[in-house]
């Protein structure tokens, strides 16, 4: 079945630092790969997208690259604020209408 | 406009009570989910709708959880007796049907249910 690995976290930064956060998939043919952010108290937003191999997606500064060859979906962005702070999920979508999250990472970016 | 709509905010009960959550999907959403969100377990989906009609229900733990959409704009998750190891966040989501499935799924805030 369809699977989802992520780093684990918690990840603490301090302001203006470069981020990565891992995320690695395992599925059968060729899924849509998502990153959703998670602020306190509220539900899943997506950050941003990619459908197929190569695309980048990008949103508020944050990008994600889907490598097939690698199978995997980085999270990075090259200047992290105090407002990223947030539990970060990597997700993918199969050939149904089912998302299968990663476990989610906490980021703490500090003053 | 409006986004997914969950209510109660938040339910504390006791074990042993029915517990029923609600949602309201984004207007013209053909599909709905429920999840379950725990630290240990991480994000879990428990069961989704595709027109109202019910397409893949093997997330639900047991038989003490059922789920309905009696109409595109309402579903319910009922617990029935709720137990204090379903203490949780749990959370809708819609999604629209454009035929290539890449459309992303909008959350609701949940509801943070906890049973004593």
């Known amino acids: 079945g369809n699977s989802v690995t992520q780093m684990e976290g918690p990840v603490t930064l301090s302001e203006e630092a470069f981020l990565t956060i891992n995320c690695t998939y395992t599925a059968t043919g060729y899924p849509s790969l998502f990153w959703y952010v998670q602020y306190p108290g509220e539900g899943l937003q997506l950050l941003l997208k990619?459908?197929?191999?190569?695309d980048k997606g990008s949103n508020k500064g944050f990008e994600a690259t889907y490598r097939k060859e690698t199978t995997s979906f980085h999270l990075e962005k090259g200047s992290v604020q105090v407002s990223d702070s947030a539990v970060y999920f990597c997700?993918?979508?199969?050939?149904?209408?089912?998302?299968?999250f990663g476990k989610g990472t906490l980021l703490t970016v500090n003053p | 406009d409006a986004g997914v709509i969950q209510s109660p905010r938040h339910e504390v009960t006791e074990m042993g009570q029915e517990v029923t959550l609600r949602c309201k999907p984004i207007?013209?959403?053909?599909?709905l989910f429920w999840y379950r969100q725990t630290m240990m377990r991480g994000l879990e989906l428990l069961i989704y709708?595709?027109?109202?009609?019910?397409?893949?229900d093997s997330g639900m733990p047991e038989d003490r959880f059922s789920a309905k959409m009696p109409n595109a704009s309402f579903s319910t998750l009922k617990i029935q007796p709720s137990e204090p190891r379903d203490s949780a966040v749990y959370f809708c989501?819609?999604?629209?049907?454009?035929?290539?499935?890449?459309?992303?799924?909008?959350f609701g805030d949940g509801t943070r249910l906890s049973i004593l």
């Open positions: 989501a819609s999604g629209p049907d454009r035929g290539n499935g890449n459309q992303p799924q909008h």
């Open positions: 709708f595709n027109n109202n009609v019910p397409i893949d």
């Open positions: 207007s013209g959403h053909d599909y």
């Open positions: 990619a459908t197929k191999a190569d």
């Open positions: 997700a993918l979508r199969g050939s149904n209408y089912k998302l299968t």
